[in-house]
């Protein structure tokens, strides 16, 4: 079975610093997708970045990059120049790339604070 | 702005007392799901439905029904809550049910049983 794990409940980062959210997940496929998914307080969870397994190339959307180590399954998020706004829940997720499946397994999540 | 839309956002409701949560789409798309998410825990997917077709996942208790009626809405029943149904529960929709179809979310309701 395919799991996702988030080992950092709560993270800080002071307001125009770096910070590297981790993610590792465990799969024997070889063709899925992996995403990041931040959730701001009571509101909805939107797309932050995704990743498709067979890419070698990382993920980039503005301040928001990804390491993607296929062979260690780790898919870490990094969120440069941090911004206020940037406080939230996020979620690591995977998803299987075959089939006509579209579910996605989420990991518990990771609590960012940005500190002014 | 399209988008998915939850009703209520807060509901409370009595243990076994039936309740029925609210979700509706302006993006027209085919798929809708429905996830649980418990405090401190990840969303797990419930059910979800691929236009009339009704897809339950294999762990996804007997307590727990859906129903969508038309392509914009969609609804989960719970037919006695117990405490353990406690949770927020997220509507999301797809455009198809392949795995390259990106999930919109709507803002979640979080369900009390008193």
């Known amino acids: 079975a395919q799991t996702v794990t988030q080992s950092q409940p709560e993270m800080s980062v002071q307001e125009a610093e770096t910070v590297t959210l981790s993610c590792t997940y465990d799969t024997s496929e070889s063709d899925y997708y992996l995403f990041w998914y931040k959730q701001p307080p009571s509101r909805q969870m939107i797309l932050v970045i995704r990743?498709?397994?067979?890419?070698?190339q990382n993920a980039t959307e503005n301040r928001f990059s990804v390491n993607f180590q296929k062979a260690a399954k780790s898919f870490s998020l990094k969120i440069s120049d941090s911004q206020l706004g940037d406080a939230a829940m996020y979620f690591c997720?995977?998803?299987f790339g075959g089939g006509a499946t579209n579910k996605l397994i989420f990991g518990t999540g990771t609590l960012l604070a940005v500190q002014p | 702005d399209a988008m998915v839309i939850q009703n209520p956002r807060y509901q409370v409701t009595q243990f076994g007392k039936p309740v029925t949560l609210s979700c509706s789409q302006t993006?027209?798309?085919?798929?809708m799901y429905w996830y649980q998410q418990k405090s401190s825990q990840a969303p797990k997917l419930l059910f979800h439905?691929?236009?009339?077709?009704?897809?339950n996942e294999a762990d996804t208790p007997d307590n727990f029904q859906s129903r969508r009626p038309n392509t914009s809405f969609c609804f989960l029943d719970i037919r006695s809550p117990g405490l353990g149904d406690a949770a927020m529960y997220l509507c999301?929709?797809?455009?198809?049910?392949?795995?390259?179809?990106?999930?919109?979310f709507g803002p979640g309701t979080r369900l009390t049983v008193t």
């Open positions: 997720a995977y998803k």
């Open positions: 439905y691929y236009d009339k077709d009704f897809n």
């Open positions: 990743q498709e397994a067979y890419k070698q």
């Open positions: 993006l027209n798309h085919n798929v």
């Open positions: 999301a929709t797809s455009r198809a049910p392949g795995p390259s179809y990106e999930q919109y």
